[in-house]
C-alpha cells in the first residue's frame, strides 16, 4: 500500500474514465449496422408476386409470421434480412426489433460482435430492455429488485452493477481452462454451451488492455465441483463468513482490505476478474410508454460515503502496519463494508421511469411498489436526514466534485 494515501488527497469516488466493461463507441466501429442505409435497385417481391406461395414461411398469415419471427434469434434474423426486402421490411418493422434498434442498437451489435446472437431470441432481448428490473436479483434465493443499468451477455438478460462484479452466477470461465479441467466430459458437450467470443478492448477499472479474442463460458454450473485448490482460494468461498463484495468501478487500490487471515488468496486473479467486465455493456431501460429511454445514475453520496470509509480503514491499516501489527478483517468490518459497497452500486431512475418501477412487485398478489426504492427522488430523501459525524460531513463536501459525471 501506498503511504501517500492520505484523507485530504484529491478524490474522486470513480475515476471519470471510459466505461469499464465493453465499449460502446468501439461496437459502433466494429459493428456496423445496415438498419435504413442499404438502397435497393430492383423492386420488392410481396404477396401478389408471382411465385410467392412457393415459401412456406411467406404464406403464412402475417401475425403466424410475426409471431415466428419474434422467437428467433438475433443471429439468425440478421441472417434472415439478407434473403430478400420483404423479409428484412418484415423484420424491421416489428416492433420488438425497432425498439432496440432504435433505444439499444449496442446490444445488437455487441451480442452479434460476441456471437451469443445465436443463444438469444429476439423476444427475450426486448423483454430485457423493457423490464427495468435486475433478472440476477430478482430470481436470487432472497429475491430483491434492484434497477439494472447493464445487458450480460450470457443470456440476454438485464443486470445490476452489483452482480456483474459479485453474482457466482455471472462469473466468467475461459473455455480452454474448462476443458483442461476434470469436468470436461466429452468435446460434445461444448456444443450446448453458449460460448461469449470476448471483443478486444480495454477492460476493467484497472484499463486492462485485451488484444487477443478468448472464448468465454459461464461458470457456475460447469465449476462447482472445482476444487479450492483449483478455484486459487484456501477457505470456501461460498461460505458467507469469507464473502467479500467488490464495487465493479473502484480499483483494488481504491478499496481498503478486507482479508480474512494474513495469508488470504483471492479467488479470482487480475485476468479473471477483467473477464466479467468483456460479458456486459450498459443497456438503458424503455419506459412502458416507448417514449425514453433511462440510463439511470449512481448515487454520489453513496459513492462519496464509501470513498470516506475505504480511506479512512486504510490509513488505519497503514498505521498498524507501520507498527507491525497486521489487521485482518472482522466478520463485522466486512460486512460493513460488503453492505456499503452494495448499496453504492445502485442506479436509480428518473421521474419519467419512476411511474413504471412503482407498479412493480416482488410476487404475485403483493401489492405493487416495490421498486420505488430505485427512484433517485425518494432515495435522496434518505441522504437528508442520515446522521454523519462533522468529519465525514466535512469530507463530502470537500471531495463533492464541482460537477457530478453521471455514469
Ligand atoms: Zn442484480
Ligand atoms: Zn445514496
Redesign the pocket.
Known amino acids: 500500500m501506498s503511504s501517500s494515501w492520505t484523507m485530504n488527497s484529491p478524490v474522486h469516488p470513480f475515476p471519470p474514465s471510459s466505461d469499464p466493461f465493453i465499449d460502446l463507441k468501439l461496437l459502433t466501429r466494429r459493428c456496423p449496422l445496415d438498419n435504413g442505409r442499404s438502397v435497393f435497385t430492383n423492386p420488392k417481391i410481396g404477396p401478389n408476386s408471382q411465385n410467392w406461395s412457393d415459401s412456406y414461411l411467406q404464406k403464412l398469415p402475417l401475425e403466424i409470421y410475426h409471431a415466428c419471427l419474434l422467437d428467433m434469434d438475433i443471429e439468425s434474423l440478421t441472417v434472415m434480412r439478407r434473403v430478400s426486402q420483404f423479409t428484412r421490411s418484415a423484420i424491421d418493422d416489428l416492433l420488438q426489433y425497432k425498439d432496440l434498434y432504435t433505444h439499444a442498437p449496442q446490444a445488437l451489435r455487441a451480442c452479434l460482435s460476441t456471437q451469443v446472437a445465436n443463444h438469444i431470441p429476439l423476444r427475450r432481448l426486448h423483454n430485457s430492455l423493457s423490464s427495468i428490473e435486475c433478472y440476477y436479483c430478482k430470481t436470487a434465493p432472497e429475491p430483491r429488485i434492484e434497477f439494472g443499468g447493464y445487458l450480460s451477455l450470457f443470456e440476454g438478460r438485464r443486470s445490476c452493477l452489483f452482480c456483474l462484479g459479485n453474482n457466482p452466477e455471472l462469473r466468467p470461465v475461459e473455455l480452454t481452462a474448462l476443458l483442461c479441467s476434470r469436468l470436461t466430459g466429452s468435446i460434445g458437450t461444448v456444443n450446448n454451451m453458449a460460448l461469449l467470443k470476448t471483443i478486444p478492448g480495454t477492460y476493467s477499472p484497472t484499463r486492462i488492455s485485451v488484444t487477443t479474442r478468448g472464448i468465454l463460458v459461464r461458470g457456475p454450473s460447469r465449476t462447482t465441483e472445482l476444487s479450492n485448490k483449483e478455484r486459487g482460494t484456501p477457505v470456501d468461498e461460498d461460505d458467507h463468513k469469507w464473502k467479500t463484495y467488490h464495487h465493479p468501478l473502484m480499483t483494488p487500490e481504491s478499496e481498503c482490505n478486507l482479508d480474512p487471515s494474513i495469508h488470504y488468496l483471492l479467488p479470482d486473479d487480475t485476468k479473471q476478474v477483467a473477464q466479467r467486465y468483456m460479458t456486459a455493456l450498459r443497456f438503458p431501460y424503455l419506459t412502458s410508454d416507448r417514449s425514453f429511454a433511462d440510463w439511470g445514475t449512481l ?5 462519496l ?1 464509501m470513498a470516506y470509509h475505504e480511506r479512512y480503514r486504510k490509513i488505519v491499516q497503514e498505521f498498524r502496519r507501520r507498527h507491525h501489527r497486521d489487521s485482518p478483517a472482522s466478520l463485522q468490518t466486512r460486512n460493513f463494508f460488503n453492505r456499503i459497497r452494495k ?2 452500486c ?1 442506479r ?1 431512475v428518473s421521474k419519467i421511469a419512476r411511474k413504471d418501477a412503482k407498479l412493480l412487485t416482488l410476487k404475485e398478489g403483493q401489492k405493487a411498489g416495490a421498486g420505488m426504492r430505485m427512484s433517485m427522488a425518494n ?2 430523501r ?2 437528508v436526514g442520515e446522521t454523519l459525524s462533522d468529519e465525514e460531513r466535512r469530507w463530502r463536501e470537500r471531495h463533492r466534485p464541482k460537477r457530478h459525471h453521471k455514469r
Open positions: 448515487c454520489l453520496d453513496c459513492a460515503s448499496k453504492a445502485s436509480y432515495h435522496q434518505k441522504h
